[in-house]
C-alpha cells in the first residue's frame, strides 16, 4: 500500500510559457481547466475508484477543453485536418491501449481504452482505428467540433512562416496527459494529444508510443510526458524512468531528473514529464520556461502551477 494513499498528477503541456506575454482572462482559464481536469480523478480516486478510471476522466475534461491542444483543441495539420493520437497504460499487468492518427472522436483516450480492453492489440492508428471506433459504437463528429477559429489562426501564421509550430507558435508543447495511484496501490498512465501545427499528415509523436510520452508498472512507476515527440521517442523517456527506479533503485526525483534535466538537453529535447511512482508524492519536472500542472494526494491540498516558479 503507497504511503500516502491515493496520488494524481496531470499535466497540459509545457513550453516557452511566460507571465508576462499571457492575459489574466487567459491565464484564469488554464487554471480553471486545470481545477476541472484534477477534481474529476480526485472524484474517481477518493471514492475508491482505479487509477485507470483516474487517469481517463481526468483527460477526457482536458480533451473537452478547446484551450489544450487535444481532442476538441486539437491543432491543425499542414492540409488542415485534425489527426490525434492517444494511449493509456496501466501498471498491475502492462496492458496498454493505443490510437494514432485519428480524427472525428471526441475523446481519443476512451478510444485507446477500448483497443487495452476489448482488442488483442496495442496500437491501431489512421483508417484502421476509424473502423474500430465505429465497430465500438463510437460517434464519428464533424470536423468543425474541433477546427476552432484559434487553432485556424495558428495554422495561417505557422504556414506563412513556412513552419512547424509546436501547439501555439511560440514554443509550447501541446500535449495532455495524466498520472495515477489508486488506494490499492496500482498505478496508470494516459496522454492524448493534436500533435504539432502544420505538421505533415501521418506524423506521429511520442504520446502514443509506450515507454517513450506513456509507461506504467507498478514494479517502477507511471509517466506521461510532454514535449518535442521525435526526442523523447529517441530517448524512450517514460520506459527509462521507470527502469532507472525498478532496477537501478533511484528514487523517482533522481530518476525524472536524470532523463528531463540531463539525456533530453544532450539531444536538444524540450518538455517535461509527470511521475507517480508505488509510494510517494508525484514528481512533476520540466526543462522548460513552463508547463500547465497539478496535483494532489490524499489527504492533502491540490497544487496548481503554470509558469516556472
Not at 481517463?56 to 485536418?81: H, I, Q, Y
Not at 493509456?88 to 490510437?99: C, K, L, N, P, S
Not at 509517466?223 to 527502469?243: L, W
Request: aromatic letters at 4%; proline letters at 3%.
Amino acid at each position: 500500500m503507497a504511503d500516502c494513499g491515493w496520488a494524481l498528477a496531470l499535466h497540459g503541456g509545457a513550453g516557452t510559457i511566460l507571465k508576462e506575454t499571457m492575459t489574466p482572462d487567459r491565464e484564469a482559464g488554464y487554471r480553471a481547466g486545470l481545477e476541472a481536469a484534477l477534481a474529476a480523478g480526485r472524484e474517481v480516486l477518493s471514492a475508491g475508484g482505479s487509477a485507470e478510471d483516474a487517469v481517463v476522466a481526468t483527460v477526457m475534461v482536458l480533451e473537452d477543453n478547446p484551450l489544450f491542444n487535444a481532442g476538441r483543441g486539437s491543432v491543425l495539420t499542414s492540409a488542415g485536418t485534425v489527426e490525434m493520437d492517444a494511449a493509456i497504460m496501466r501498471g498491475r499487468d502492462r496492458a496498454a491501449g493505443t490510437v494514432a492518427g485519428i480524427h472525428g472522436v471526441r475523446n481519443p483516450i476512451c478510444l485507446a481504452r477500448r483497443v487495452m480492453e476489448r482488442s488483442d492489440h496495442v496500437m491501431f492508428c489512421g483508417a484502421g482505428a476509424q473502423v474500430f471506433a465505429l465497430e465500438q459504437g463510437f460517434e464519428e463528429l464533424p470536423a468543425s467540433y474541433f477546427e476552432t477559429e484559434h487553432r485556424r489562426n495558428q495554422l495561417r501564421e505557422a504556414q506563412e512562416k513556412n513552419e512547424i509550430s509546436l501547439d501555439h507558435n511560440d514554443h509550447k508543447y501541446g500535449t495532455v496527459g495524466c498520472v495515477a495511484r489508486d488506494r490499492n496501490g496500482d498505478l496508470a498512465a494516459a496522454t492524448s494529444t493534436g500533435g504539432m501545427t502544420n505538421k505533415r499528415p501521418g506524423r506521429v509523436g511520442d504520446s502514443p508510443v509506450i515507454g517513450a510520452g506513456t509507461y506504467a508498472s507498478n514494479d517502477g512507476a507511471a509517466i506521461s510526458a510532454t514535449g518535442h515527440g521525435e526526442a523523447f521517442i529517441r530517448e524512450t523517456v517514460a520506459r527509462d524512468i521507470a527502469a532507472l527506479v525498478q532496477y537501478a533503485g533511484l528514487d523517482l526525483t533522481e530518476a525524472v531528473r536524470r532523463k528531463v534535466m540531463v539525456d533530453l538537453p544532450r539531444i536538444g529535447g524540450d518538455g517535461g514529464v509527470i511521475a507517480i511512482a508505488p509510494a510517494g508524492a508525484p514528481v512533476l519536472m520540466f526543462n522548460t520556461r513552463g508547463m500547465y500542472r497539478a496535483s494532489a494526494c490524499e489527504g492533502g491540498d491540490a497544487k496548481l502551477g503554470i509558469y516556472a516558479d
